[in-house]
């Protein structure tokens, strides 16, 4: 079974400070990665794919497949990072159909 | 061209009653897919189109739901005999498949939140 696992439901990070926000997946096979981000009254949007393996907004993710495990990573957190954050999979032949996590909520204090 | 649309932005429907939503895909994307997202979960696949047929659809798609996507452009979702269960977001993304099914992420509307009274 597909299945993506958001440990934390909120995090709250003073600016300045790194960021790091978990993602485990479960899939048998290769799968695609990716984290999707959705500032507030804004719609869902695309931030990185792990296939892409470059680095938006200071944002970087690296796919562990020993660990399963697909983190996003910011050195240095900013006020306009706060927002919800999903991290969602996709297999080949599966229509390239996403499974979302839950979302973490990244709330950047000043 | 400006993204994905989908209208209604809100809808409140007496139980029991059909409600219907539309999305308009970026023209140029061959894939439309929906999703629902309740409050506090990410968002669930229901069924996604490739041009105008239909390839799958979620066990979460009961009979009351039907989806269909006409001369492979606009889609419309339609809900009959709505329960306060289906109150919801209704999400329609759009992407851009090659010929060897890969793709290069989706871009989502600003989806129809449906609420059941």
């Known amino acids: 079974a597909q299945r993506v696992t958001q440990p934390e439901k909120l995090l709250s990070v003073f600016k300045g400070a790194p960021v790091e926000l978990k993602c485990n997946y479960s899939?048998?096979?290769?799968?695609?990665l990716f984290w999707y981000v959705q500032y507030s009254r804004q719609r869902l949007q695309l931030l990185l794919r792990h296939i892409s393996r470059e680095s938006i907004k200071g944002f970087t993710a690296d796919l562990n497949k020993g660990e399963t495990s697909f983190h996003l990573k910011k050195p240095f957190a900013q006020e306009e990072d706060s927002a919800m954050y999903y991290c969602?999979?996709?297999?080949?032949?599966?229509?390239?159909?996403?499974?979302f996590g839950a979302g973490t909520i990244l709330r950047v204090k000043s | 061209d400006t993204g994905v649309s989908q209208n209604p932005r809100h809808k409140i429907t007496k139980r029991g009653q059909n409600v219907t939503f539309r999305c308009d895909p970026i023209s140029e994307h061959n894939r439309l897919y929906w999703y629902r997202q309740t409050l506090g979960q990410g968002p669930e696949f229901l069924t996604y189109?490739?041009?105008?047929?239909?390839?799958?659809k979620s066990r979460l798609l009961s009979d009351r739901f039907s989806a269909e996507r006409p001369k492979g452009s606009f889609s419309t979702l339609e809900i009959q005999r709505t329960e306060q269960g289906d109150s919801a977001m209704y999400l329609c993304a759009s992407s851009l498949a090659d010929v060897w099914t890969r793709t290069y992420g989706y871009t989502f509307g600003s989806g129809t939140r449906l609420t059941v009274v």
């Open positions: 969602a999979l996709s297999g080949l032949g599966y229509g390239n159909k996403l499974v």
């Open positions: 899939y048998s096979g290769s799968p695609e």
């Open positions: 189109f490739q041009n105008e047929a239909q390839l799958e």
